[in-house]
């Protein structure tokens, strides 16, 4: 208990001293100046189109296009002052501690950065429409694009939430129906969609979560939820935790190999849609498209995405309170992912491991969160934490009720949780596969054994 509270300690000083430091640092010098001057055909577009096209392009969610040199040109001065400050792309992560490969990384390196402030320090010139790179092809967001992957068209099942009206002015709200998957017997997913169905009802559903209810007594013993898997618990109808969501910036999910979800016989989606106004009346369809592995064929490890919370919420006018909760794994795992989850007065969030010989880990730290994005961190296939069973995960959160928080709608208010947005919320989801000990000491090896061989052929 005295280590757990010295680690406990630790960690909140560790995070303090990154909040006071880390927030302000500079970008890492540039060793050399280059000679040459950036342009936009040659330099400037395939980082774009890395990186920002993605959001920026024609009817997506940004304000503006940066796919020709034509749209991108009025926008540099800002564009510069976006990049340098590292507040675009949208990626929280501090880059100076915990787990740095991500599946999913949209930030740009130093060296992007450098380009384009230098290329708009110099006019921000256009270059020779020769060098610029065939436009890329981008998927349409209102199809389903992990269908041609699996070689379908559409995915397995199709989930919808039912319609609801919101009214042009009207304050946010909560939709919360239940619909059933019509399932009976239980089946694999491997992956996920999930999507307003209109360009229109994206402009109201500030985000969706699809939450899964079943009966987990029904699930094979190996495999069944090991938060729920004995006592009384085992048997109440309503275990499953979150199965997606969508926010800005969040598409699904496609399982890792030989892993997936579970869906059970009853199985119905409770769905949780937090609505917000969109300046017009719009009737808005959640959409839930889910794949499954063919019948008889079974992953071995099952995932499951569940909320871990950071403590209660009690802010006073003008505070920046510090809180913290613990959770023990009660199955060894791989941690795939993990989303902050605040609001407003969201400041920063840490996720670090215990494991049970007393060792800490800081997985992730995202020091400069954002409400406008819900950005999910995936971990790469060689970095997603290993953890044993017993190892306890801490979520430190920090939040701002200060005039220093630029997005606080009102510092001198105190603060409690609530689903609105001016209220406050503290936890992350957090997406594990779960594993007996047997296998999580298999892939322990094989991630050493594939250490090894990589190092070796450097």
Not at 217 to 223: F, Q
Not at 258 to 268: D, H, I, Q, T, V
């Amino acid at each position: 208990m005295s280590n757990l509270k010295s680690c406990t300690w630790r960690s909140i000083t560790l995070g303090a001293i990154a909040l006071g430091g880390l927030l302000a640092a500079p970008l890492a010098a540039i060793a050399a100046e280059p000679t040459t001057t950036p342009t936009f055909t040659k330099d400037v577009a395939p980082i774009f189109q890395a990186k920002c096209e993605a959001c920026h392009r024609a009817d997506s969610i940004a304000p503006m296009s940066l796919v020709t040199f034509e749209e991108t040109r009025p926008f540099a001065s800002a564009i510069k002052a976006r990049v340098a400050s590292r507040q675009m792309p949208p990626w929280h992560i501090d880059k100076t501690i915990g787990i740095q490969k991500f599946k999913n990384d949209r930030s740009l390196t130093d060296d992007q950065i450098d380009t384009v402030v230098r290329w708009v320090n110099a006019g921000a010139p256009k270059g020779d429409p020769k060098d610029m790179p065939a436009a890329v092809k981008w998927p349409n967001e209102q199809v389903w694009n992990f269908a041609p992957l699996f070689g379908q068209t559409e995915p397995d099942l199709i989930i919808r939430s039912t319609p609801y009206l919101q009214k042009a002015g009207a304050q946010d709200a909560w939709w919360k129906p239940s619909v059933e998957l019509g399932l009976t017997e239980p089946r694999w997913v491997r992956a996920i969609e999930i999507r307003p169905s209109t360009v229109q009802g994206r402009k109201v559903v500030h985000h969706a979560i699809a939450n899964l209810r079943q009966d987990e007594s029904l699930a094979p013993a190996n495999v069944r939820d090991p938060d729920a898997a004995t006592g009384a618990a085992a048997a109440q109808p309503g275990a499953g935790g979150t199965f997606m969501e969508w926010a800005v910036g969040k598409q699904g999910e496609i399982m890792r190999p030989n892993s997936g979800k579970l869906l059970l016989p009853g199985a119905r989606i409770t769905w949780d849609i937090h609505y917000s106004d969109g300046k017009e009346d719009v009737t808005s369809v959640v959409e839930l498209g889910i794949y499954l592995y063919p019948k008889g064929q079974e992953p071995k490890y099952r995932q499951q995405l569940a909320l871990w919370g950071a403590g209660g919420i009690d802010i006073a006018p003008g505070e920046v309170k510090v809180t913290q909760g613990f959770r023990a794994m009660q199955s060894a795992g791989r941690v795939e992912s993990m989303q902050p989850h605040m609001h407003l007065r969201g400041k920063a969030m840490m996720l670090e491991a215990i494991t049970p010989d007393g060792r800490k880990q800081v997985l992730s730290y995202v020091n400069d969160f954002n409400f406008n994005w819900h950005n999910s961190y995936v971990y790469a296939d060689d970095v997603a934490p290993l953890l044993p069973k017993g190892t306890i995960l801490v979520v430190t959160a920090w939040h701002d009720n200060t005039t220093a928080k630029k997005s606080n709608p009102d510092p001198t208010q105190w603060v409690g949780y609530g689903d609105r947005t001016v209220d406050e919320m503290a936890h992350a989801w957090i997406n594990i596969t779960y594993m007996s000990d047997a296998d999580f000491q298999a892939e322990v090896d094989a991630r050493k054994a594939a250490t090894t061989t990589q190092q070796q052929q450097q």
